[in-house]
């Protein structure tokens, strides 16, 4: 079916419907057919009645308009309806003209008729076909009129031929014309038509895929809600279940610490009193043998009970449980201690102590418990592990920090294992420390208060020379000093 | 001299082991007059019953522990020197002594160490 020029082509897909040109001449068709054979049966009886004989013209253009008025029935029948608008119009239009054979060219009103095919031509094909229609049926009449004979016609005067000639051109380029405004207007209006029609069935396709995706996502967005909310709720779940593993950890460890700490220290303090307080027990007489015993009795005790404060301050560190009370101290009264604790543990060894620090150090922040801790670990570990030279325990004040040191002419340590040490539980394996019970967390936790302290650590060592270990604690700020003196 | 060995001491301890201990070191070896109760709330009412001279304070007690024993006997009018004795290293002495203590001795030190304490602070009482 071919479709009205000019108009877009119809969205894939679609069911082919009846164009507007198609459905106007498939509206037209029947009244105009029916009233033209109205006029043929009015024509042909009257012919018959009048039994007219003059020529067989008459009959021939009358046979002729019945088998255009049939074939065009039945191509309408056969949904056809270019193909019978075609032969309408064409034949409603050259049909007249064949009338001048029998009435000539003036006056015959019969060749006005043709203008009724320029209008169905416009109507029933297309508003271009009007003009095609027109045209042709000119160039027939002008044929007509330069070849005399041809249908039988006389030979026209030129007056005669001017006069119907543009009588006829006026008429039917006019029809043809003003056909083609109309046309072409209602043309104009149904093509926008039909273009919004699709343009708004494209837009309706969009919208609805548009919907369907927004409703796609809003689903989405529902199940990772869903989701979202079921695992808060395992956060939560998890969170609770951490603090609760955390605090019975944390209350775990404060009841062990005193579980274990009270035999231990009713172990110590009987073998103590055993060995310093003999006349405690009804003055029986322990021998020197027996007593000796319980001496080792208790050093084991106070060694065990170091190994687990060791243990426990680690666990307390590692729980992020160490708390800090850090205060404005003075480190020359702790040094001092240290140096009288040191001198007890060499006893009669033959080690100098040298004290390399000078007698008003600036205040350092840091908790007193902690700093002896960390300052009898050094000094004990020196003192194990020197068998003659010297032990220097000094200290250098530098900006913001006070640098620590303590020295020592000991069996020193391997370049391998100073990297180790100060991890927990490695302890440098060799016949010296083997020959030392000792315990590995020592250094461990001696790093660890220092790092909380916001202090750094580090070791110089050579083996067989001695070792120094380092480190920092920072320097109260002069406000903090100020304060601390008001107070 | 007499009126020291003739000192009363109250010892406070809720472990009973350490208890009997520590009473035999300070009744045999420093010859005080020592009675010895288990609790915070039984000492409040020992020492008002009869008044020490000195009451030696174990810290970790469950119920009333060191620190709400010495508040409560001190709210109470006792003037007697108190020492805290304890193995819980977390406090330094100092901290004791700003709580009320008038004396720290560790129990991981020597039980020489708690004889001398309290005589000194006997003597300067």
Request: charged share 20%; proline share 5%.
């Amino acid at each position: 079916m071919k479709l009205p020029s000019g108009t877009p082509p119809p969205p894939p897909g679609q069911p082919p419907t009846l164009l507007p040109d198609e459905s106007l001449a498939a509206e037209l068709l029947p009244p105009l057919l029916l009233s033209l054979g109205i006029l043929w049966t009015f024509v042909f009886g009257m012919l018959m009645l009048a039994r007219y004989q003059a020529d067989a013209w008459p009959y021939v253009l009358t046979l002729s308009l019945l088998a255009i008025i049939w074939s065009a029935a039945s191509l309408r029948q056969r949904t056809r309806l270019r193909a019978a608008g075609n032969i309408l119009a064409y034949g409603l239009a050259l049909l007249p003209l064949f009338s001048i054979a029998s009435f000539g060219f003036l006056p015959n009103p019969l060749v006005y008729l043709s203008a009724l095919g320029v209008v169905a031509a416009g109507l029933l094909i297309s508003p271009g076909a009007a003009l095609r229609v027109a045209a042709l049926a000119l160039a027939t009449l002008l044929f007509l009129v330069l070849f005399p004979g041809l249908i039988g016609q006389a030979r026209p005067s030129l007056g005669e031929a001017l006069a119907l000639l543009a009588t006829l051109t006026l008429l039917l380029i006019g029809v043809a014309a003003l056909i083609w405004a109309a046309a072409h207007h209602v043309r104009g209006t149904i093509r926008w038509a039909i273009e919004t029609a699709w343009k708004s069935e494209r837009r309706e396709a969009l919208l609805r895929k548009a919907q369907e995706d927004y409703e796609r996502a809003l689903r989405e967005r529902d199940q990772l809600n869903d989701r979202l909310i079921r695992q808060s709720a395992e956060l939560d779940a998890a969170r609770a279940a951490a603090e609760a593993a955390y605090r019975s950890k944390s209350n775990f460890m404060a009841t062990m610490s005193h579980e274990l700490r009270t035999p231990l220290n009713i172990i110590i303090g009987f073998s103590s009193a055993m060995v310093d307080h003999p006349e405690m027990y009804d003055d029986a007489q322990l021998s020197p043998a027996v007593i000796a015993d319980l001496a080792e009795i208790r050093r084991s005790g106070q060694h065990l009970l170091g190994l687990i404060n060791d243990i426990l301050d680690l666990a307390r560190v590692e729980a992020g449980r160490l708390e800090l009370h850090k205060t404005a101290m003075p480190l020359n009264p702790v040094f001092e201690e240290m140096l009288r604790t040191a001198q007890t543990l060499l006893k009669e060894r033959p080690v100098q102590l040298r004290s390399e620090f000078a007698p008003d150090l600036p205040l350092v922040l840091a908790d007193e418990t902690r700093v002896r801790q960390i300052l009898l670990n050094l000094v004990s570990n020196a003192c194990k592990f020197t068998n003659h030279g010297e032990i220097a325990l000094g200290a250098r004040a530098d900006t913001y920090e006070l640098v620590i040191w303590v020295r020592d002419t000991g069996i020193g340590i391997d370049a391998t294992d100073q990297a180790r040490i100060f991890n927990q539980f490695e302890q440098v394996d060799s016949e010296d420390t083997r020959k030392h019970t000792g315990t590995g967390l020592g250094l461990a936790i001696f790093r660890w208060l220092v790092e909380l302290h916001d202090g750094r650590v580090w070791l110089e060592s050579a083996l067989g020379r001695g070792s120094i270990f380092y480190f920092t604690l920072p320097r109260v700020q002069p406000a903090l000093a100020a304060g601390e003196k008001a107070a | 001299m007499a009126e020291l060995l003739m000192a009363r001491v109250l010892l406070v301890d809720d472990v009973y082991t350490a208890r009997s201990m520590i009473e035999r070191v300070l009744a045999r070896v420093g010859g005080y007059e020592v009675q010895s109760v288990g609790s915070g709330a039984e000492a409040i009412t020992a020492a008002l019953a009869t008044p020490p001279d000195i009451i030696v304070l174990d810290i970790s007690m469950a119920g009333m522990d060191g620190i709400d024993t010495l508040q409560a006997l001190r709210h109470n009018g006792l003037v007697c020197p108190i020492l805290a004795y304890t193995a819980r290293t977390e406090r330094t002495p100092g901290e004791f002594v700003a709580q009320g203590f008038d004396a720290y001795v560790s129990k991981n030190g020597n039980l020489s160490d708690l004889l001398a304490t309290v005589r000194e602070q006997l003597a300067s009482h």
